[in-house]
C-alpha cells in the first residue's frame, strides 16, 4: 500500500501554507519535534482507479488495523494535526469504489500522508469516522510512547484509512 510519490503527483493539487514550521532535528532516522510545528505545504487529491457508482453503504464489518512497523518514525502529536486538519477538509466528500481521496502535508524533514479509499464495491461520504480511523493506525502501533509513530492502516469491509509518515520523497 505504499505509494511512490512519482505515482501520484500528476493528480497533485501543491497548496502551498504560510511557513510556520517549528524547527524540527534529525537525529539517526528519528524525528523529534518537540512543539508540534505547522506543515510547510500540503498536496491533495483523489485518485481513481476504477470507479463504479452504487449505492450509499453503511460502515459495516470489524476494523482490522496494520501496522507498518518500519520506515520514517514521527511524533504522534503532528500527526494527529495533519488528520484532524485533513478530516476537517473531506469531510462530506463521496467517495467511490476505487477512489482513493489522500493529501500528504510536508514539514520539510518529514511528511505524513493521509488517504480513505472505498473498497469491495462500496461507496461512501466521509464523515467523522475519518478522525477515528485514522488515528487507529498511530495509537494502535508503536504503542511504547508518543515517539516513533511509524504509522499503518486500518480495513474494514468498505473502506482502507492509512496514516503513513515518510521522509525525502518517500512516503515510506
Ligand atoms: C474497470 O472495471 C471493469 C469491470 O470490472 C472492467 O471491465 C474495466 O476494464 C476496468 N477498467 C479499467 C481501466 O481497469
Ligand atoms: C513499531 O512497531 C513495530 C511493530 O508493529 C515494530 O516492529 C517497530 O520496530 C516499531 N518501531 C519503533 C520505532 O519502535
Not at 510547510?40 to 460502515?59: A, C, D, F, M, W
Amino acid at each position: 500500500m505504499k505509494v511512490s510519490f512519482s505515482s501520484v503527483v500528476a493528480l497533485a493539487l501543491v497548496a502551498a501554507a504560510p511557513v510556520l514550521a517549528a524547527v524540527v532535528a534529525r537525529v539517526e532516522g528519528e524525528i523529534t519535534d518537540a512543539v508540534p510545528g505547522k506543515w510547510l505545504s500540503i498536496e491533495q487529491g483523489i485518485t481513481y482507479h476504477n470507479s463504479t457508482s452504487g449505492p450509499l453503504v453503511k460502515r459495516v464489518g470489524t476494523e482490522v488495523v496494520t501496522c507498518y512497523g518500519f520506515g520514517t518514525k514521527a511524533d504522534r502529536a503532528p500527526i494527529v494535526s495533519v488528520i484532524d486538519d485533513w478530516c476537517g477538509k473531506v469531510i462530506g466528500t463521496h467517495v467511490n469504489n476505487g477512489q482513493t481521496v489522500w493529501a500528504r502535508y510536508n514539514y520539510g524533514s518529514f511528511t505524513v500522508y493521509v488517504s480513505g479509499e472505498a473498497i469491495n464495491g462500496c461507496n461512501f461520504v466521509i464523515d467523522g469516522n475519518c478522525n477515528r480511523l485514522l488515528r487507529l493506525p498511530v495509537d494502535g502501533c508503536n504503542t511504547s510512547g508518543v515517539n516513533g509513530k511509524q504509522g499503518g492502516y486500518e480495513t474494514d469491509l468498505c473502506g482502507q484509512w492509512r496514516t503513513d509518515p515518510g521522509c525525502c520523497g518517500s512516503d515510506v
